[in-house]
């Protein structure tokens, strides 16, 4: 039996260090190739609205947002829960827990972060969160047994009844679908297929994405001190909704994104900003989807 586990861990060991590396290396630089307007208008927006919605705010003691990265999003939960519920940010590599701890020390909103690995989640936690989030978390599932690692990890962590609601990327098997439109929001991405020569996106092939390559709709160049490379992988719902049902989880629910008002952020000039909301609304909609597993 020990083998075996050990066999597994060994499946995603590899990828998961260089998740950790590269997150490590790039921690400083992340947040500057943030994109404010996606993150708010339709990231944040579609977030705190689904988590409204399907009323995973209320009475709750332990929310845990893993893949917290620097906090940007964990600090957006905070607003959206009672100030008697514990949030606890959770993410792979210590330089990110590093920043997000920083920005806590500058802003105290009652948020502790630790440095984990998702897959262990339910080692440090067990069953005593009753939500569990993530923005991003799942494309980084290297394999099927990484992907239930992880599932597994989330699982063990949730109380009897609790919830996990994660972001995720919508990967098409033909890979033109999207692939212009992703280049015009500032997040280009180069698919590496398992199989050389393949014509179709293959299931957990791998998906290089540079995010913060764009500045007001045009082109930016991906070696740009503000952009951000990334490793991830192709992950496909259905495939997640397999493993999740493999590991446990009682229901299994699909949410499109969502684009709020303009507000007071900035908006792209003139000239770009009727392509700009289209593009918002065509991400909501074919790029970005929530998913939401019950215990």
Same mark, same amino acid.
């Given at each position: 039996y020990q083998r075996r586990v050990r066999g597994m861990n060994e499946d995603f060991s590899e990828a998961t260090e260089r998740t950790r590396e590269l997150y490590d290396r790039q921690a400083q630089a992340y947040d500057h190739g943030a994109d404010v307007v996606i993150n708010e208008r339709l990231v944040s927006f579609s977030f705190l609205s689904l988590l409204n919605e399907l009323s995973l705010t209320r009475e709750k003691q332990l929310v845990i947002d893993a893949a917290c990265g620097s906090g940007y999003f964990t600090r957006t939960l905070r607003k959206a829960f009672p100030s008697n519920t514990s949030i606890i940010g959770v993410d792979l590599s210590q330089s990110m827990v590093d920043v997000a701890c920083l920005h806590e020390q500058k802003e105290p909103i009652g948020i502790q972060y630790e440095c984990a690995d998702v897959t262990q989640l339910g080692n440090k936690f067990p069953g005593s969160a009753d939500v569990v989030t993530a923005i991003y978390l799942l494309n980084y599932a290297s394999s099927r047994t990484h992907l239930r690692a992880m599932l597994r990890g989330i699982y063990s962590?949730?109380?009897?009844?609790? &919830? +996990? %609601?994660? %972001?995720?990327?919508?990967?098409?098997?033909? #890979?033109?679908?999207?692939?212009?439109?992703?280049?015009? %929001?500032? +997040?280009? =991405?180069? =698919?590496? #297929?398992?199989?050389?020569?393949?014509?179709?996106?293959?299931? +957990?092939?791998?998906?290089?994405?540079?995010?913060?390559?764009?500045?007001?709709?045009?082109?930016?160049?991906?070696?740009? &001190?503000?952009?951000?490379?990334?490793?991830?992988?192709?992950?496909?719902?259905?495939m997640i909704e397999?493993?999740?049902?493999?590991?446990? +989880? &009682?229901?299994? &629910?699909?949410? #499109?994104?969502?684009?709020?008002p303009q507000g007071s952020l900035a908006s792209p000039p003139p000239s770009l900003i009727t392509r700009f909301e289209d593009d918002l609304q065509e991400c909501a909609q074919k790029v970005i989807c929530f998913l939401l597993l019950s215990k």
């Open positions: 962590a949730l109380r009897v009844g609790g &919830s +996990f %609601l994660v %972001l995720h990327p919508l990967v098409h098997r033909d #890979p033109q679908e999207g692939s212009e439109l992703a280049r015009r %929001l500032g +997040f280009p =991405w180069t =698919w590496v #297929p398992t199989v050389p020569g393949s014509q179709v996106i293959g299931d +957990f092939d791998k998906i290089l994405l540079t995010k913060g390559a764009q500045t007001n709709g045009e082109s930016q160049n991906a070696s740009s &001190s503000t952009a951000v490379s990334l490793e991830t992988y192709a992950v496909f719902v259905d397999e493993c999740a049902r493999e590991e446990g +989880f &009682s229901s299994f &629910s699909r949410f #499109p994104g969502r684009v709020g």
